[in-house]
């Protein structure tokens, strides 16, 4: 897979360029510091990566996708958290990495692209498909690197000192942010604070027995506080 990196900062450069030589599917064949040099470049040549930071003098990051006269797909780099959802509504954007990179970081991209590059190819799902489908999503920031996750597959999330666990059907994530900052992110018809310490979406409930919750295989305890409440939420007699 052949990338070029785009980054105005060139100790940035040479540590992504570093990372990339540690990958044995990419191989770096250009670098640059602005935007310009590499529009010039890739008038005259294909990619199949570009490797490029947002926040960039005279031509940022955005501008530059947007002149893109291919569908390459880019992966933005940037100490930026705050632009995930803006960069996700083009749709060649695949991948959005926070600085400082690890090579860990870098390796889960490499894998998402080829998951894509699967589902493309077979047509059981296109990259455009994904854009327009998964439009209910929350961004979580995991290792310097922004994960994705669809709301309705989120079961419980549960306070854990100062993370918090967000357990979906099939992993969960620890993630540093407050219960009461990640609650104010999520769809108040779906998800629901039982317990000072869990929220629970409430489409996943399977039984409510004896002051608690299951989904799936979990059971969550419900608070004296929140019992009411909830029992007005769910209708229940």
């Known amino acids: 897979m ?29 670098e640059y510091s602005n935007a310009i040099e590499a529009i010039k470049f890739l008038n005259d040549n294909k990619v199949d ?27 933005l780099i940037t100490s930026d958290d705050q632009l995930a959802i803006k960069a996700f509504k083009y749709l060649n954007i695949v991948d959005y990495l926070l600085k400082p ?23 059981s799902k296109t990259l455009e498909k994904k854009k327009n489908h ?45 219960l009461k900052k990640i609650q104010q992110r999520l769809p108040l018809k779906s998800f629901f604070r039982v317990h000072k310490s869990y929220i629970v979406n409430l489409n996943k409930i399977v039984d409510i027995e004896d002051r608690t919750i299951v989904i799936q295989k979990n059971v969550v305890p419900i608070g004296n506080k929140y019992w009411m409440n909830l029992k007005n939420r769910l209708n229940l007699i």
Do not use: Q, W
């Open 134 to 178: 998964e439009s209910d999503y929350i961004f979580v920031n995991i290792n310097h690197r922004l994960i994705r996750l669809t709301i309705n597959e989120i079961n419980i999330i549960k306070s854990d000192k100062n993370y918090i666990l967000i357990t979906t059907d099939t992993e969960t994530h620890k993630v540093n942010i407050s």
């Open 2 to 30: 052949n990338c070029i990196i785009i980054d105005d900062e060139k100790m940035a450069r040479s540590i992504l360029k570093t990372l990339c030589n540690e990958i044995k599917l990419l191989t770096v064949i250009g």
């Open 49 to 75: 990566l570009i490797f490029l930071d947002i926040h960039m003098p005279d031509f940022n990051g955005f501008d530059f996708v947007e002149t893109l006269k291919y569908k390459t797909k880019v992966v």
């Open 101 to 123: 990179l690890s090579l860990d970081s870098l390796e889960k991209s490499i894998e998402k692209i080829k998951m894509l590059d699967v589902d493309s190819n077979t047509g």
